[in-house]
């Protein structure tokens, strides 16, 4: 399998999290916003600053992919989430639990992990 082509700052975000330094940037109204950016979408602030990815996060929406497309049918099933890591929602795959156990509210940390089908590196969350 060759090396996926980096993808700037969504691997340097990656390799963060990897590093146990996970981050997301927030404005000096207290904004917080991923994937990281130059200036505040909401309120147009230009001071911007890195903050420390809370460790753990609350799943707030998911969904169970039983069919999945030919570039995820080995992950299949998996489950897609959103969980709110303090004022930032970040999207990843459950692992680490029966897709069927998994709950809205459920407390989950944040890590990387691999697509079975493609190798690709992804944002992982497992239950705490």
Do not use: K
């Not at 200036?39 to 600053?49: A, I, Q, T």
């Not at 570039?71 to 459950?94: H, K, M, R």
């Not at 089908?117 to 239950?127: E, L, N, Q, S, Y």
């Amino acid at each position: 399998m060759t090396e996926p082509a980096p993808d700037g700052q969504y691997d340097e975000w990656l390799d963060a999290i990897e590093a146990d330094d996970g981050y997301y940037v927030e404005c000096a109204n207290g904004h917080g916003w991923l994937p990281p950016r130059r200036v505040c979408p909401e309120c147009g602030s230009r001071e911007l600053r890195d903050e420390p990815l809370p460790d753990s996060g609350d799943i707030v929406t998911h969904t169970t992919i039983t069919v999945a497309t030919p570039q995820f049918e080995d992950d299949a099933p998996y489950v897609t989430a959103i969980a709110d890591f303090g004022p930032v929602s970040v999207t990843g795959l459950v692992r680490g639990v029966d897709p069927e156990d998994v709950e809205m509210g459920a407390v989950v940390g944040i890590e990387v992990g691999e697509r079975e089908t493609t190798g690709d590196r992804a944002v992982v969350f497992r239950p705490r």
